[in-house]
């Protein structure tokens, strides 16, 4: 178990995956204390904002076999596919469920405000930042990209 776990590690394209989630999910960290100067370590592993980190995270791991095995590979065209279907449901249903979310939460909010019984079996509101703006997913993909370029070209010198 722990040779898998090594062998993991040391793979490029495991590695390209890490760092294009954690390197989206620092961003969204950090630009939450700049901007509103309040720590807010949900931002580390929470989803939705910008940039997305499941963006990041298959479009580094596409592009990383993109530059390992080529844009012909079937393995590559997998993860393209993949990606895409990442894409399109962070931007779609996840985005239109946090919305979902928001308009769920004010109708229960506006109920317990003027005392109508609503049997609520969760205490906490639901959660609102899911998915993402087209730009925050564009943003991650760009991201992704940049990862693997730069792991593939600065870390390992183009050679695999």
């Not at 720590?39 to 940039?51: A, D, K, Y």
């Not at 979902?100 to 906490?124: G, H, S, W």
């Not at 509101?125 to 925050?136: C, D, M, Y």
Request: positive net charge.
């Amino acid at each position: 178990m722990i040779d898998i776990l090594l062998q993991t590690a040391h793979n490029y394209i495991a590695q390209a995956a890490f760092w294009g989630w954690f390197s989206a999910q620092a961003i969204k960290f950090i630009w939450q204390l700049v901007r509103f100067r309040r720590l807010r370590f949900e931002r580390l592993v929470g989803s939705g904002g910008f940039p997305s980190s499941h963006t990041s995270f298959v479009i580094a791991t596409t592009t990383a076999i993109f530059l390992k095995n080529g844009g012909v590979s079937d393995l590559f065209v997998l993860s393209l596919v993949f990606s895409i279907v990442v894409m399109y449901d962070a931007s779609g249903v996840r985005l239109e469920a946090g919305r979902q979310a928001q308009i769920l939460n004010q109708i229960v909010d506006y109920f317990l405000k003027r005392n109508i019984p609503v049997v609520i079996t969760r205490k906490e509101a639901l959660k609102e930042l899911l998915g993402h703006t087209p730009v925050e997913v564009f943003g991650g993909l760009i991201l992704g990209i940049l990862v693997a370029y730069i792991q593939f070209y600065y870390v390992y010198n183009g050679v695999i």
